[in-house]
């Protein structure tokens, strides 16, 4: 009877085994991702414990080393090394003995294990209800986010306990059970860091008032305990450093990611400071209750403790890197009514939290204020005005969805497509646009500097035997034209001028607005474009770590002279300090080349006019042109930069398909635009 029945349903077979091959591939992929985590503890551990006595763990032996601040008789702050509360003072002085004895790996792997139930309970924490796909990959990635951002690294370099306060606030929150105790747990919070009080207020708002009353309960408990133990310490903390201010490093380091340390930054001190510290602060705080509050009662509890969380860091006197974790559970609210829009914000955190500053914005002037304190900035933006959908929003589960071009088939059976780069028709959002083609060139720019196969003289040796090898095999094909060209050009003023303006102006100025008119006018093309110069990009970063190449005027027998950087000390293997501006040796393949002809093509292959392609053609070859004539490539040199510029497009080609022509982008337009217009006319209920 039971075969019968099922061979009746063919149907219903069939969806169980697709249901059962995603289920394995779930499966599949979070065994990957619990790997992944593994390997990025035991890097962090590796990383800590392989460093020399000394440079690690410095917090730590600080407090309960041989000669810590925890052992003396004195107070505490004497030498204002220790930055707790006088509580914490007291909890970590009978664990000096044993934190003596296991000052590294019991340490180390301890935050490890803290870093861990700070992940699982922040995914425990996410709001109901929770796809299959989260329940099963939510935990890995939050652990690997955690394992790379930089408070979780710079907690265990320095051995530092700022991951407790965190887990306390999370575990009281949605662990515990009654609010009694979810109270005592924040309220010890705040005894190890103050400013976490602004949480009782947020469990007040949201009517968990015995909470809010255990919180502070809690807090003066425990607050009174130390003050009755060490009485000289608690005076010094609370009276003479008002609750912390001034010990540790300096308030106005960039380390410092407080309004505070900002305002000392930009040149305020004083009563002037302290005042506009006060009412900012204030401000922020009250605008991040009433929207954590908010959040709170929409369902969203994460948020609204993420938001809280940031408030905190805003309005700290000071917030050093390993206090900053608040900042990366915001990731869980959702910003844009687009799919395209979605990734911004958890992109955007993941970045700022995960990379050094530098590599967000360029090294110019005018940004440093806004570099020096970008993780200050998206904390305050994250609690005062960053518009986190509501879970009423018909945008909240179904974002307007994107449109694509029609599937083509895979160019071979065993090469499939890249889903990533599936052909979109509409236009990226500008602004993760922008963030992506910044930090993408700052690690370009490091993996090209560290392809410099070494900096020492074998490094610069065999640098310059390839370039002997280059002209050797120019000269069979009577290529050899480097050494004429530059000594003619030399000899003309206006020409070398020319040749040097464009070598050092053209090279950037003209992809970025290549990029940016087809980002603009021809947001089809654009996708397609960028992925061929990313391919093209990537196999030159696999060229100059295979080959490096001393350029002619690099080579000290040649006679070639450098017009842009002007004569050569070639006594000195560095040559000066260019070498640490850029890498010397990577001349092949010639990324001049390469990208003004990836310029010149995508302008003859999308420009509508005739002279508009043969002015695009023309970029290229000026552009050999100069990186002769100034002695910074060999021709075969742009030949490599060909190859690779020919290889991206058609690696584009291999991974995504054709390129999406205009008239496919309006059938599919036309196709798609029921369900948008539908999107947009929903309403909530």
């Not at 004083?270 to 929207?291: C, H, K, N, W």
């Not at 040749?499 to 992809?511: E, G, I, L, R």
Request: hydrophobic share 50%.
């Amino acid at each position: 009877m039971v075969n019968a029945e099922h061979s009746g349903r063919p149907g219903e077979a069939l969806g169980a085994t697709a249901v059962g091959g995603t289920g394995a591939r779930l499966r599949a992929a979070r065994l990957g991702l619990w790997l992944l985590a593994a390997v990025l503890a035991v890097r962090q551990v590796a990383v800590v414990l392989g460093s020399p006595r000394g440079e690690r763990l410095t917090d730590l032996e600080t407090w309960v080393g041989p000669e810590g601040v925890l052992h003396v008789n004195g107070s505490l702050y004497d030498s204002t090394r220790f930055t707790g509360t006088p509580f914490g003072g007291l909890v970590l002085k009978p664990l000096t003995r044993s934190a003596e004895q296991a000052l590294g790996w019991g340490w180390t792997f301890g935050t490890l294990l803290l870093v861990v139930a700070l992940g699982l309970v922040a995914v425990r924490a996410l709001p109901r209800p929770v796809g299959r796909r989260t329940a099963l990959l939510a935990a890995p990635i939050a652990v690997s986010l955690l394992m790379l951002s930089l408070p979780v690294r710079n907690t265990l370099w320095l051995g530092q306990t700022s991951v407790v306060p965190v887990l306390l606030v999370l575990v009281g929150c949605f662990v515990a059970r009654g609010q009694r105790t979810c109270g005592v747990l924040i309220g010890a919070a705040a005894a190890l860091q103050p400013t976490l009080l602004l949480f009782a207020p947020l469990l007040w708002l949201t009517g968990r008032r015995p909470a809010a009353l255990s919180t502070g309960v809690t807090f003066a408990t425990s607050t009174a305990l130390a003050w009755a133990a060490m009485p000289r310490d608690s005076h010094t903390y609370w009276v003479h450093h008002m609750a912390g201010v001034g010990l540790g490093g300096r308030a106005d380091g960039l380390a410092n990611q407080s309004l505070h340390g900002a305002l000392l930054r930009l040149g305020l001190e004083g009563p002037l400071e302290i005042g506009l510290f006060l009412l900012l602060g204030a401000a922020v705080a009250a605008l991040g209750l009433r929207r954590a509050v908010r959040y709170a009662h929409d369902g969203q509890m994460l948020l609204a403790v993420a938001v809280t969380g940031c408030a905190v860091v805003v309005v700290s006197p000071t917030a050093w890197q390993h206090q900053l974790l608040w900042m990366l559970l915001t990731v869980v609210g959702r910003v844009g009514s687009r799919a395209s829009d979605r990734p911004v914000w958890p992109v955007t955190v993941v970045l700022v939290m995960t990379l050094p500053a530098k590599m967000m914005l360029p090294n110019v002037e005018f940004l440093y204020p806004v570099r020096d304190n970008v993780v200050l900035l998206a904390a305050f933006a994250a609690a005062t005005f960053v518009p986190f959908l509501s879970t009423t929003s018909p945008y909240f589960d179904r974002p307007v969805p994107t449109r694509y071009a029609p599937p083509v088939p895979a160019r071979f059976p065993h090469v499939p497509l890249v889903p990533f780069l599936r052909r979109v028709l509409t236009r990226p959002n500008l602004l993760l646009e922008l963030l992506l083609i910044r930090v993408t060139y700052a690690a370009y720019s490091k993996v090209r500097l560290a392809a410099t196969g070494g900096s020492n003289s074998a490094g610069r040796a065999r640098a310059e035997e390839h370039g002997h090898q280059i002209l050797d095999l120019e000269r069979v094909l009577r290529l050899d034209i480097e050494y004429a060209v530059n000594h003619a050009v030399v000899k003309v003023g206006w020409l070398r001028d020319f040749f040097d303006f464009y070598y050092t102006s053209f090279h950037f100025a003209v992809p970025l607005t290549v990029l940016g008119l087809l980002y603009w006018r021809r947001p089809v093309d654009y996708r397609w474009a960028r992925a061929a110069l990313g391919f093209t990009t990537l196999l030159a970063l696999v060229g100059f770590w295979l080959y490096p190449l001393a350029p002619p005027r690099l080579m000290p027998t040649l006679g070639i002279i450098d017009t842009v950087h002007g004569v050569q000390d070639f006594s000195e293997p560095d040559y000066g300090t260019l070498t640490a501006l850029t890498n010397q040796y990577a001349a092949m393949p010639s990324l001049h080349f390469g990208w003004s002809l990836w310029c010149g093509l995508i302008v003859a292959i999308i420009a509508p006019r005739t002279w508009m392609k043969a002015l695009g053609l023309l970029h290229p070859l000026c552009t050999a042109a100069a990186i002769v004539a100034t002695g910074n490539h060999w021709v075969l040199d742009a030949v490599g930069g060909a190859i690779v510029v020919g290889a991206g497009f058609g690696l584009a080609y291999l991974f995504q398909g054709p390129r999406a022509r205009a008239v496919t982008a309006t059938v599919a337009t036309e196709v798609s635009s029921g369900p948008v217009v539908r999107e947009k006319d929903r309403t909530p209920s």
